[in-house]
């Protein structure tokens, strides 16, 4: 008798359904495969937008609130000694260096102290007060010789309150910054303490404010508020980083990775650029309708774009753009532009050009020799996609500023 068959699939037919499988597994391979590049292109590209558009308000922010408290030149249209361009000395025990300086302007493009960022980004440094009793540079006057520190006697004392910190500024002197510790009548005292050196302002690199060394005419001194700002901004390590100077030792190369000292704020920026906005027409004064009709205002017939490189700046911070205070009536505004790319890296060339940008005179980043590319001939900047970030943002407290006597 014939043995039954056994029921199944021949080796033929297991070979086919096999293929038939292995097709399909390619087919869904392939398309996962555009799903996670599409899906890289557009977390890509959202990441340049979102990175930028954030580094972008917070620079704005900041610059927009530049020389708040220090810009007036005059006081109640009378000339005075001006905060604004003045070497400020400071003081705070809880630094790692406790005496340093700065510059007392609005916003400093490669300010000369703080160590560069990465290759081809600027620094910017932005200072501004935030009293409420002083608007637009409001000073006051020290007219008594029985002023010694740590109590200063006021000719008023204008809204000024225990904690404010104020700068004092003096022809031909350096300025320097306290903070009030009590004030009762017209007298201010800046006892010893965290912002105020022992034993006198000219006891750790200040000049101290005392009438038997140091006479008192024309001094001033301006209200900055309860919390004034020193912000340094720059790119490191491809992040958007913030000193504060007032609290960090922003000066202080050997702490540039320290990210308790330069706060890593927006990841993925690739470049900074700031420039200043010069009004150079001929005759950028004349004077107005407002009240008082002597307040001078720029005409910004002709604009040029300044960056204040290293290479065309002497020792100090703004020479020769601004050689005295009078010169930033002539500064509307500035430049700022950011470039961000996308975290991911791309898994082949997406970017074949250098982007470019138009505010601030234009010009095309240089993405070789960078972070990103340390070789000068590498193309390891084509696998990151990019977005330019580009604003003017206008100075409004030196536009604002009483300019009587330039």
Known sequence: MKSKRESGFSLVEVMVGMLIGLIGVIIIMQVLSMAEAQRRATSGGADAHINGALGMFTLERDIRQAGYGFTAVTVNGVASTPLLNCSVNAYNNARSTPAFSFTAAPLIVTPRNIPAGDANSDVVQIAYGNSNAAVEGMTLSIDSASSVFPAYTLSSIAGLSANDFIAF?????????????????????????????????????YVKFDPATIPQVGATIFNLGNAPQVHVYAVRNGNLTLCDMLTSACENAALINDATVWKPIVPGIVSLKVAYGRDT???????????????????????????????????HDNTPIFANACFWERVPGAGVVLLAKSIQRAPSAVTTAAPVWRVGGGGTFTMTGTILDPLPTGTNW????YKVFETLIPLRNVVWMDKTGC
């Open 169 to 205: 500024a003096n022809n031909g002197l350096a300025c320097w910054l306290s903070q009030v510790t009590a004030v009762a009548g017209v007298t201010a005292t800046t006892a010893t303490g965290q912002y105020n050196s022992a034993g006198g302002q000219g006891a750790v690199n």
């Open 382 to 385: 084509q696998f990151y996609r």
């Open 281 to 315: 027409s001929p005759n950028p004064l004349v004077v107005t309708t407002s009240n008082p009709p002597t307040r001078r205002a720029v005409v910004p017939d002709t604009i040029t774009w300044t960056e204040n490189t290293a290479a065309t700046r002497p020792a």
